[in-house]
Protein backbone atom coordinates (compact mmCIF):
# COMPACT_ATOMS: atom_id res chain seq x y z
CA UNK A 1 0.00 0.00 0.00
CA UNK A 2 1.42 3.59 -1.40
CA UNK A 3 2.80 5.81 2.03
CA UNK A 4 -0.09 8.41 0.36
CA UNK A 5 -3.52 6.54 0.60
CA UNK A 6 -6.33 8.20 -1.56
CA UNK A 7 -9.50 7.32 -0.34
CA UNK A 8 -12.74 7.17 -2.88
CA UNK A 9 -15.66 8.17 -1.17
CA UNK A 10 -18.30 6.12 -2.27
CA UNK A 11 -20.67 9.26 -1.59
CA UNK A 12 -20.35 10.09 -5.05
CA UNK A 13 -20.42 6.44 -6.63
CA UNK A 14 -23.31 5.13 -8.59
CA UNK A 15 -25.43 3.32 -5.96
CA UNK A 16 -27.07 1.30 -8.74
CA UNK A 17 -23.99 -0.85 -9.40
CA UNK A 18 -21.81 0.31 -6.26
CA UNK A 19 -19.86 -3.04 -6.12
CA UNK A 20 -18.37 -2.47 -9.80
CA UNK A 21 -17.71 1.20 -8.70
CA UNK A 22 -15.64 0.28 -5.86
CA UNK A 23 -14.00 -2.62 -7.77
CA UNK A 24 -12.62 -0.54 -10.39
CA UNK A 25 -11.31 2.09 -8.55
CA UNK A 26 -9.19 0.02 -6.49
CA UNK A 27 -8.04 -2.06 -9.13
CA UNK A 28 -6.83 1.70 -10.57
CA UNK A 29 -5.17 2.41 -7.77
CA UNK A 30 -7.19 3.52 -4.51
CA UNK A 31 -5.50 2.36 -1.30
CA UNK A 32 -8.87 2.64 1.38
CA UNK A 33 -12.34 3.23 0.49
CA UNK A 34 -14.43 5.74 1.93
CA UNK A 35 -18.02 5.77 3.40
CA UNK A 36 -19.38 8.94 4.67
CA UNK A 37 -22.51 8.20 7.26
CA UNK A 38 -25.10 10.89 8.06
CA UNK A 39 -27.97 10.67 10.02
CA UNK A 40 -30.09 14.01 8.76
CA UNK A 41 -29.70 15.50 12.72
CA UNK A 42 -25.36 15.70 13.20
CA UNK A 43 -25.85 16.74 9.35
CA UNK A 44 -28.46 18.19 7.05
CA UNK A 45 -28.36 14.71 4.82
CA UNK A 46 -28.90 11.51 5.28
CA UNK A 47 -27.11 8.59 3.55
CA UNK A 48 -25.95 5.19 4.05
CA UNK A 49 -26.24 2.52 6.97
CA UNK A 50 -24.01 -0.27 7.89
CA UNK A 51 -25.78 -2.46 5.25
CA UNK A 52 -23.43 -0.76 2.75
CA UNK A 53 -20.49 -1.87 4.18
CA UNK A 54 -21.72 -5.19 5.00
CA UNK A 55 -22.82 -5.66 1.01
CA UNK A 56 -19.16 -4.50 0.15
CA UNK A 57 -17.50 -6.95 1.92
CA UNK A 58 -20.20 -9.93 0.70
CA UNK A 59 -19.38 -8.47 -2.65
CA UNK A 60 -15.84 -9.53 -2.19
CA UNK A 61 -13.67 -5.90 -1.00
CA UNK A 62 -11.21 -6.83 1.20
CA UNK A 63 -9.81 -3.03 1.07
CA UNK A 64 -9.74 -1.03 4.25
CA UNK A 65 -12.81 0.86 4.24
CA UNK A 66 -13.06 4.03 6.52
CA UNK A 67 -16.34 5.04 7.91
CA UNK A 68 -16.56 8.80 9.25
CA UNK A 69 -19.58 8.77 11.20
CA UNK A 70 -21.60 12.17 11.07
CA UNK A 71 -24.03 10.95 13.14
CA UNK A 72 -25.61 11.62 16.85
CA UNK A 73 -25.49 9.73 19.32
CA UNK A 74 -22.75 7.70 18.07
CA UNK A 75 -22.03 4.58 20.16
CA UNK A 76 -24.54 2.33 18.84
CA UNK A 77 -23.49 3.11 15.24
CA UNK A 78 -20.27 2.43 15.81
CA UNK A 79 -21.00 -1.03 16.93
CA UNK A 80 -23.00 -1.57 14.11
CA UNK A 81 -20.45 -0.22 11.49
CA UNK A 82 -17.62 -2.17 13.59
CA UNK A 83 -20.13 -5.77 12.74
CA UNK A 84 -20.09 -5.00 9.38
CA UNK A 85 -16.69 -4.95 8.28
CA UNK A 86 -15.62 -1.47 8.94
CA UNK A 87 -11.51 -1.18 9.30
CA UNK A 88 -11.23 2.88 10.09
CA UNK A 89 -14.29 4.29 12.04
CA UNK A 90 -13.93 8.09 12.76
CA UNK A 91 -16.44 10.05 14.83
CA UNK A 92 -17.14 14.26 15.98
CA UNK A 93 -15.92 14.81 19.43
CA UNK A 94 -19.51 16.96 19.41
CA UNK A 95 -21.42 13.65 18.40
CA UNK A 96 -20.99 11.87 22.22
CA UNK A 97 -20.44 12.12 25.33
CA UNK A 98 -17.79 10.96 26.50
CA UNK A 99 -15.04 10.96 23.76
CA UNK A 100 -12.60 8.76 25.32
CA UNK A 101 -15.21 6.06 26.09
CA UNK A 102 -16.31 6.15 21.91
CA UNK A 103 -12.92 5.76 20.98
CA UNK A 104 -12.07 2.99 23.16
CA UNK A 105 -15.41 1.17 22.08
CA UNK A 106 -14.27 1.62 18.70
CA UNK A 107 -10.43 -0.05 19.36
CA UNK A 108 -12.31 -2.79 21.51
CA UNK A 109 -14.46 -3.63 18.51
CA UNK A 110 -11.15 -4.15 17.15
CA UNK A 111 -10.86 -1.28 14.57
CA UNK A 112 -8.57 1.47 14.45
CA UNK A 113 -10.18 4.78 16.18
CA UNK A 114 -10.30 8.26 14.07
CA UNK A 115 -11.52 11.65 15.20
CA UNK A 116 -13.10 14.35 13.15
CA UNK A 117 -12.43 18.13 13.07
CA UNK A 118 -14.81 20.39 11.27
CA UNK A 119 -13.80 23.26 9.66
CA UNK A 120 -14.37 25.71 12.54
CA UNK A 121 -13.72 23.35 15.37
CA UNK A 122 -10.33 23.39 17.09
CA UNK A 123 -7.78 20.56 17.95
CA UNK A 124 -7.65 20.71 21.26
CA UNK A 125 -9.41 17.53 21.98
CA UNK A 126 -6.66 15.32 20.72
CA UNK A 127 -4.11 16.62 23.57
CA UNK A 128 -6.31 14.21 25.57
CA UNK A 129 -7.15 11.05 23.43
CA UNK A 130 -4.05 11.17 21.39
CA UNK A 131 -2.89 7.73 23.07
CA UNK A 132 -6.45 6.38 21.30
CA UNK A 133 -6.05 7.41 17.70
CA UNK A 134 -4.70 6.00 14.81
CA UNK A 135 -6.19 8.93 12.61
CA UNK A 136 -7.27 12.31 12.64
CA UNK A 137 -9.35 13.39 9.75
CA UNK A 138 -9.70 17.01 9.03
CA UNK A 139 -12.81 18.27 7.22
CA UNK A 140 -12.04 20.81 4.60
CA UNK A 141 -15.91 21.79 3.86
CA UNK A 142 -18.66 21.85 6.33
CA UNK A 143 -20.12 18.39 6.33
CA UNK A 144 -23.33 17.25 5.03
CA UNK A 145 -22.81 16.89 1.09
CA UNK A 146 -20.59 15.97 -1.18
CA UNK A 147 -19.16 18.35 -4.09
CA UNK A 148 -18.27 21.52 -2.03
CA UNK A 149 -15.56 23.94 -2.81
CA UNK A 150 -12.14 23.38 -0.91
CA UNK A 151 -12.05 26.12 2.48
CA UNK A 152 -8.32 27.37 2.34
CA UNK A 153 -8.56 28.42 5.96
CA UNK A 154 -8.24 24.78 6.92
CA UNK A 155 -4.29 24.62 5.63
CA UNK A 156 -3.05 25.88 8.72
CA UNK A 157 -5.02 23.51 10.55
CA UNK A 158 -3.54 20.97 8.78
CA UNK A 159 -0.07 21.82 9.43
CA UNK A 160 -0.83 22.29 13.12
CA UNK A 161 -1.84 18.74 12.85
CA UNK A 162 0.72 17.39 11.47
CA UNK A 163 3.49 18.96 13.58
CA UNK A 164 1.03 17.64 17.04
CA UNK A 165 0.94 14.02 15.18
CA UNK A 166 4.80 14.78 14.77
CA UNK A 167 5.93 15.64 18.15
CA UNK A 168 3.74 12.94 19.50
CA UNK A 169 6.08 9.82 17.76
CA UNK A 170 3.06 8.13 17.21
CA UNK A 171 1.67 6.56 13.49
CA UNK A 172 -1.75 8.30 13.15
CA UNK A 173 -2.82 8.88 9.99
CA UNK A 174 -4.07 13.01 8.69
CA UNK A 175 -7.05 12.68 6.33
CA UNK A 176 -8.38 15.61 4.92
CA UNK A 177 -12.10 15.73 3.21
CA UNK A 178 -13.84 18.15 1.54
CA UNK A 179 -13.14 19.82 -1.82
CA UNK A 180 -9.91 17.54 -2.49
CA UNK A 181 -9.18 17.65 -6.26
CA UNK A 182 -6.42 18.28 -8.55
CA UNK A 183 -6.63 21.61 -8.15
CA UNK A 184 -6.26 21.18 -4.48
CA UNK A 185 -4.52 18.31 -3.36
CA UNK A 186 -1.21 19.87 -3.64
CA UNK A 187 -1.92 22.05 -0.95
CA UNK A 188 -3.29 19.32 1.35
CA UNK A 189 -0.15 17.13 1.06
CA UNK A 190 2.34 20.34 1.11
CA UNK A 191 0.67 21.08 4.54
CA UNK A 192 1.04 17.84 5.58
CA UNK A 193 -1.65 15.44 5.17
CA UNK A 194 -1.31 11.69 3.90
CA UNK A 195 -4.58 10.78 3.46
CA UNK A 196 -6.51 12.32 0.57
CA UNK A 197 -10.69 11.58 0.72
CA UNK A 198 -11.97 12.44 -3.26
CA UNK A 199 -15.04 11.62 -4.31
CA UNK A 200 -16.32 13.72 -7.64
CA UNK A 201 -12.98 14.24 -8.13
CA UNK A 202 -12.84 10.82 -9.17
CA UNK A 203 -16.55 9.04 -9.65
CA UNK A 204 -17.34 11.73 -11.76
CA UNK A 205 -14.24 11.39 -14.27
CA UNK A 206 -14.69 8.50 -16.82
CA UNK A 207 -10.87 7.22 -16.18
CA UNK A 208 -10.62 6.37 -12.73
CA UNK A 209 -6.69 5.35 -12.91
CA UNK A 210 -5.73 8.67 -15.27
CA UNK A 211 -6.99 10.86 -12.46
CA UNK A 212 -5.66 8.95 -9.60
CA UNK A 213 -2.61 8.71 -11.19
CA UNK A 214 -2.92 12.38 -11.45
CA UNK A 215 -3.58 13.12 -7.79
CA UNK A 216 -0.41 10.96 -6.60
CA UNK A 217 1.07 13.29 -9.36
CA UNK A 218 -0.09 16.43 -7.73
CA UNK A 219 0.98 14.38 -4.08
CA UNK A 220 4.82 13.97 -5.19
CA UNK A 221 5.45 17.28 -6.73
CA UNK A 222 3.72 19.13 -2.98
CA UNK A 223 5.74 16.31 -1.13
CA UNK A 224 9.13 17.27 -3.08
CA UNK A 225 8.91 21.06 -2.88
CA UNK A 226 8.22 20.46 0.89
CA UNK A 227 11.59 18.61 0.91
CA UNK A 228 13.16 21.15 -1.38
Not at 106 to 131: M, Q, R, S, W
Not at 156 to 165: N, Q, T, V
Not at 175 to 183: A, I, K, L, R, T
Not at 212 to 226: E, H, M, N, Q, T
Request: aromatic share 6%; net charge negative; proline share 4%.
Amino acid sequence: MNSFWIAPSILAADFACLGAEVEQVLAAGADVIHIDVMDNHYVPNLTMGPQFCKALRRYGITAPIDVHLMVTPVDSMIEAFAEAGADYISIHPEATLHLDRSLQLIKDLGCKAGLVFNPATGLEACHYVLDRLDLILLMSVNPGFGGQKFLPSVLPKIEAARKLIDASGRSIRLEVDGGVNQQTIAQVAAAGADMFVAGTAIFAEDDYRATIDALRGRIADAVAGRAA
